[in-house]
């Protein structure tokens, strides 16, 4: 299917694919690479890192391994460089909302909390900030979960778009001349 989308985008003289991220923006053109890096390093550690929904549930247990009770463990994978291993978690979690529904990631480079403040912006409209979900996830724990946070993402992206595909195919029906045949 999604070549199928390439070859018609392509035809119409539009890129192939969209961009992963705001070509303005420095630190929206890091979430992708930390991303990576982030499944590289939950992967070196047995942890399902291959950019799947259910893959989100492996960053429920990361937290709750080495960070419960929201306090990182000293020696654990959170006790040291916190704020970069929770930008990585953001943006693996962002990165597999964005490759389900499309996306965007867009930041402000001024911002002094940029990296905190990144968004995703989804193909639909909406827009998601997975960076302050992983802190929230630190401080208020499993009810912060973040595969509950991905899962419900990518359904409302979807009941989003086929809303907006449904309604696009009633304008466009009732725009078509009707000819009604009597049967005889």
Same mark, same amino acid.
């Given at each position: 299917?999604?070549?199928?989308?390439? $070859?018609? +985008?392509? !035809?119409?003289?539009?890129?192939?694919?969209?961009? *992963?991220?705001?070509?303005?923006?420095? /630190?929206? %053109?890091?979430?992708?690479?930390? *991303? #990576?890096?982030?499944?590289? %390093?939950?992967?070196?550690?047995?942890? $399902?890192?291959?950019?799947?929904?259910?893959?989100?549930?492996?960053?429920? $247990?990361?937290?709750?391994? @080495?960070?419960?009770?929201? !306090?990182?463990?000293?020696?654990?994978?959170?006790?040291?460089?916190?704020?970069?291993?929770?930008?990585?978690?953001?943006?693996?979690?962002?990165?597999? /909302?964005?490759?389900?529904?499309?996306?965007?990631?867009?930041? @402000? #480079?001024? #911002?002094?909390?940029?990296?905190?403040?990144? %968004?995703?912006?989804?193909?639909?409209?909406?827009? /998601?900030?997975?960076?302050?979900?992983?802190? !929230?996830?630190?401080? @208020?724990?499993?009810?912060?979960?973040?595969?509950?946070?991905?899962?419900?993402?990518?359904?409302?992206?979807? +009941?989003?778009? %086929?809303? $907006?595909?449904?309604?696009?195919?009633?304008?466009?029906?009732?725009?078509?001349?009707?000819?009604?045949?009597? +049967?005889?």
């Amino acid at each position: 299917m999604a070549a199928l989308w390439r $070859r018609i +985008r392509t !035809k119409l003289g539009m890129p192939a694919a969209l961009p *992963a991220s705001d070509p303005a923006s420095e /630190i929206a %053109a890091e979430a992708p690479p930390a *991303a #990576d890096w982030m499944a590289t %390093a939950l992967a070196s550690y047995s942890y $399902r890192a291959d950019f799947s929904l259910a893959s989100l549930r492996e960053i429920d $247990r990361f937290f709750d391994e @080495n960070a419960p009770g929201g !306090k990182p463990i000293r020696d654990a994978l959170l006790g040291e460089d916190l704020p970069r291993r929770l930008f990585g978690l953001g943006a693996y979690t962002g990165e597999v /909302i964005r490759r389900r529904c499309g996306g965007l990631w867009t930041g @402000n #480079d001024a #911002d002094p909390e940029a990296p905190f403040n990144l %968004a995703l912006r989804l193909q639909q409209g909406s827009t /998601i900030w997975p960076m302050q979900r992983m802190m !929230k996830r630190l401080t @208020n724990g499993p009810e912060d979960s973040v595969y509950f946070y991905g899962y419900v993402a990518v359904r409302e992206a979807r +009941r989003q778009s %086929a809303l $907006r595909h449904f309604w696009a195919a009633v304008e466009w029906i009732g725009r078509r001349p009707c000819v009604l045949r009597r +049967r005889r």
